[in-house]
């Protein structure tokens, strides 16, 4: 992959995270209230959820801000997909298959990530690296 398609690949999925927590930062008790809601008929007790719901929002938005910047960027991506995998287990346990397809897109981008991080040249890591 050339140096271009990375960045722009890195700065989707890094737009994508950072947006996600930074829309919920800010409301952060009404995300907690809606995610803590929405698991209520599920096997995932309450004492789990909630924690989650305030980690979600700031996880995205460190995630995000990370592969924005290029900075630490296999371990933001590797976060990322741990955060997604998470998500994929609880959409699974509501059974909000509507959700899932873009949970497992963003997993997919991820590795791709991954896949090609030699390519990250323009990057705070590369940076550093010199």
Known sequence: MNAVSFLFLRLAIGASFFGHGLVRL???????GW??????????PEALVTPFSYA???AE??????LLAGLFTRGAAIGGCIIMVLLIFGTCLIENWEALTSQLVHVALLVIVL????SNSWAVDRVIKN
């Open 56 to 58: 979600l929002p700031v």
């Open 115 to 118: 896949q090609f991080i030699q």
């Open 61 to 66: 938005f460190i995630v995000g801000l990370l």
């Open 35 to 44: 995610m803590v809601g929405s698991f209520q008929k599920s096997m995932l």
């Open 26 to 32: 800010p409301k952060l008790h009404a995300f907690s």
